[in-house]
């Protein structure tokens, strides 16, 4: 579990490690990666912005990318203990009526596990030998030089400085620390002007169970854990400015036809008391790495949540960081970052794209568009909507020898 620690602690215990490494953000992908570092030995400090990293969060549907890191950290059986499998997909039309059925599980088993596991189960399980981080402290200043980058932060006890022979920066798709990184001041990013709420169920008796309705101006989604089913409704933002319980009455009043599991949607939204409004848009960032900066997970590529990729490609990207870095002393601090980036973001794009393609499908507003796509989902599986993300699986991401990289 996360353990808050003064952050003079944490900087006091990183001095005598070979690499002095700072981690900002306690989200997937910075714990994963802090928690992939303290086990070869090292004491990165951790910070993160948050009052508090208890919050439950939201759904994710994790990908067999991330099965390296659990192996790595030996925690892959309570991630199966804590998480659901997802065997069936179910994709309903804009009336409500089921268009197809597909065994998810058994398409994807032959790489791993495909599991659905809440935000806050899967920190928990990452989190489970102890993880010291500092909370309500942020990044003020980052001076990157030739020997180490010298930090500055702002913190409940005051101002802290402190340096650092690298920076891991995953705070997240609207990251503050990104700006003191070249290239990261000014991101590419996709604004799909669409929006929902997540919301909590309890279990339907379908625990393997992933059902999506993709409308004319409206989706909803919906996505088994352990014990509850997570929940996503949304829209144009125009439209869902109305607010849950008004968009839910558009919603009905267009169904010819429902299952139980939509039902139960429905209402939980409805009855919702103040529900997690998510405006979805994506970012991308180049280049993720300089010096002795490296930008990971949301920061460097922040996902749409339509191919339910962005956290397992967050945990296998810092996999492939931490083990590029075994080894390194600081002096190749640099070459070590350029090959990650060089190996890593090129899958993480690929995965990026495939999110947008499927947005695409997803997001529609007119009615002979989404009638026409009924009828090609009818007669295409999920296989091929999901063809470039089980061509990652198919070729696993491969450590980069940093004996071919060029200074």
């Known amino acids: 579990m996360f353990s808050l620690t003064p952050l003079q602690a944490q900087i006091d215990a990183a001095a005598g490690d070979p690499l002095r ?3 900002v953000g306690a989200g997937i992908a910075g714990t994963t990666a802090a928690q992939l570092l303290r086990v070869r030995g090292l004491h990165p400090v951790v910070i993160d912005r948050a009052t508090d990293l208890t919050e439950t969060g939201y759904m994710l549907a994790l990908m067999p990318m991330a099965d390296a890191a659990l192996d790595d950290l030996g925690v892959h059986d309570a991630y199966r203990e804590a998480s659901t499998h997802i065997e069936r997909y179910r994709l309903l039309d804009r ?3 089921t268009v197809r059925e597909d065994a998810l599980g058994d398409l994807l088993s032959v790489y791993g596990d495909y599991r659905g596991i809440s935000r806050g189960a899967l920190l928990d399980v990452l989190t489970a030998s102890g993880a010291p981080v500092s909370t309500e402290t942020t990044v003020t200043s980052l001076t990157e030089g030739d020997d180490s980058v010298h930090v500055r932060f702002d913190g409940p006890s005051g101002h802290t400085e402190a340096s650092f022979d690298l ?6 798709i609207h990251s503050r620390t990104r700006r003191f990184v070249p290239g990261g001041q000014n991101p590419s990013e996709t604004i799909t002007d669409w929006g929902g709420w997540v919301v909590w169920a309890p279990d339907d008796g379908d625990s393997d169970l992933g059902e999506e309705l993709w409308g004319d101006g409206f989706f909803v989604g919906s996505y088994p854990v352990k014990g509850a089913v997570g929940a996503f409704i949304g829209g144009p933002t125009a439209q869902t400015d109305a607010g849950p319980a008004a968009f839910v009455d558009s919603i009905r009043s267009r169904l010819n036809d429902s299952t139980p599991r939509l039902r139960h949607i429905l209402d939980a939204v409805a009855e919702a008391d103040d529900p997690f409004y998510w405006v979805l848009d994506d970012v991308r960032t180049r280049p993720w790495a300089t ?3 490296v930008l990971l997970g949301d920061a460097a590529a922040g996902f749409l949540p339509t191919a339910g990729i962005g956290a397992g490609m967050a945990m296998e990207s810092a996999w492939v960081l931490c083990r590029t870095l075994e080894g390194i002393d600081s002096g190749n601090i640099h070459r070590a970052l350029h090959a990650f980036e060089a190996a890593q973001r090129p899958r993480v794009e690929s995965a990026q794209s495939n999110s947008r393609q499927l947005a695409s499908l997803m997001f529609r507003l007119s009615t ?3 009638f026409v796509r009924t ?12 063809g470039p993300i089980i061509r990652l699986l198919q070729k696993p991401t491969a450590v980069p020898e940093l004996a071919e990289t060029v200074d």
Request: proline share 0%; charged share 15%.
């Open 368 to 370: 002979t568009l989404a």
């Open 375 to 386: 009828l090609v989902m009818r007669f295409t599986s999920i296989k091929i909507a999901l």
């Open 95 to 97: 009336h409500g009526s």
């Open 291 to 293: 010096g002795r900066t």
């Open 167 to 172: 920076v891991i920066v995953a705070d997240g």
């Open 21 to 23: 490494v700072l981690v």
